[in-house]
């Protein structure tokens, strides 16, 4: 009965980001306004995390199992992306090596941070 409780509020979050969505003019997805109520819920204590936790992992836990079906779509769509495979590398590559760069220089100012602290 606890989970039915704990979906019941995540569930109520995603209504309110439904209606946020519909009400604001915003090009925000309702899923991200939804996301947003709830952190705010829980920074401002409205929701104890405790109050949520256990579906939270159950839903982060099936998480991947969500995206299956938009990668069975993109196998049907795999002519139409062949034709575009050289913007799309051209779009991914670079973009992937920055983030890889960015995550290595994160890494060694919080290397060169233990040391000045030594």
């Known amino acids: 009965m606890k989970y039915l409780f704990q979906f019941g509020r995540i569930l109520a979050f995603c209504l309110a980001g439904e209606f946020l969505h519909t009400l604001l003019p915003l090009p925000i997805p309702a899923s991200v306004y939804g996301l947003a109520l709830l952190l705010a819920a829980l920074v401002t204590g409205l929701v104890r995390l405790d109050q949520v936790r256990e579906a939270a992992?159950?839903?982060?836990?099936?998480?991947p199992l969500l995206?299956?079906?938009a990668a069975a779509g993109v196998m049907?769509?795999?002519?139409?992306?062949?034709?575009?495979?050289l913007p799309i590398l051209?779009?991914?590559?670079?973009?992937?090596v920055l983030v890889m760069a960015g995550r290595v220089?994160?890494?060694l100012a919080r290397k060169g941070g233990n040391r000045d602290a030594e």
């Open 67 to 69: 995206f299956v079906p």
């Open 57 to 63: 992992l159950f839903l982060t836990g099936i998480f």
């Open 76 to 85: 049907d769509l795999l002519p139409k992306i062949s034709a575009m495979l």
């Open 90 to 96: 051209l779009a991914v590559g670079p973009v992937t």
């Open 105 to 107: 220089t994160q890494a």
